[in-house]
């Protein structure tokens, strides 16, 4: 299987699931080139190790629109492809490192194989939850991050989405407290997402601000 880095202006169209519903846009996308290369190393990386995992009738490729100030990135699944696109905003975003992108990476793969609950009967993608959980249970430690990388991924990851959808960062030492009364098939809260990512980490039940048994 090819599995191709690109760097273009392209983006494709077909069923997709991002990260952020809404996102923000950076005023200025400045990557130099060393900047540019430890993301395409990193991406690497990720490919070596999880790709081997998608089943062998789909090709999946990896685009960094480099040049598109969104901060966001999604995952686009369209005549047996799937593609997971990062655009210029997210990778140039002050809190954005190696070890932040993984778990960005690992969190699109998810909506492609962290299994229910998916968004839709008919559909393929995982929840936002469920594409969080998956990340830290499962392919964050197939790629070998150790617990204060993890942390420190976690807490930027998710302080990049409250700033994106002008909510309150999330805490370590906090929890959120709500009790779903339903299954969230959206986005959960900012702390909810943080939590659900410690609790994939720790293989710990899926937080009850977004799931229901």
Avoid at 5 to 31: F, R
Avoid at 42 to 51: A, D, K, Q, V, W
Avoid at 136 to 160: M, P, R, V, W, Y
Wanted: net charge negative; glycine share 6%.
């Amino acid at each position: 299987m090819i599995v191709p880095i690109l760097v273009s202006l392209l983006i494709s169209l077909g069923s997709e699931a991002a990260c952020l519903s809404d996102s923000l846009k950076l005023d200025k996308v400045d990557l130099t080139s060393t900047e540019m290369k430890s993301m395409e190393d990193t991406i690497g990386r990720f490919e070596s190790t999880m790709l081997p995992k998608i089943p062998s009738d789909h090709e999946i490729v990896i685009r960094l629109e480099a040049l598109s100030p969104r901060v966001n990135a999604e995952i686009v699944k369209e005549n047996g492809s799937v593609s997971i696109v990062v655009w210029g905003g997210m990778l140039s975003h002050p809190k954005m490192s190696p070890t932040t992108l993984n778990l960005l990476l690992c969190h699109e793969l998810g909506h492609y194989l962290g299994g229910p609950p998916l968004k839709s009967r008919t559909g393929w993608s995982s929840t936002e939850g469920q594409s969080d959980y998956y990340s830290t249970s499962s392919c964050l430690k197939d790629l070998g991050i150790d617990e204060a990388q993890f942390i420190n991924s976690a807490i930027a990851l998710t302080a990049i989405y409250a700033e994106a959808t002008q909510q309150l960062p999330p805490h370590l030492e906090e929890c959120d407290q709500t009790v779903a009364t339903r299954m969230n098939y959206g986005y959960p809260a900012i702390q909810c997402r943080l939590d659900t990512l410690i609790a994939g980490w720790n293989e710990r039940p899926r937080p009850k601000c977004w799931f229901i048994e």
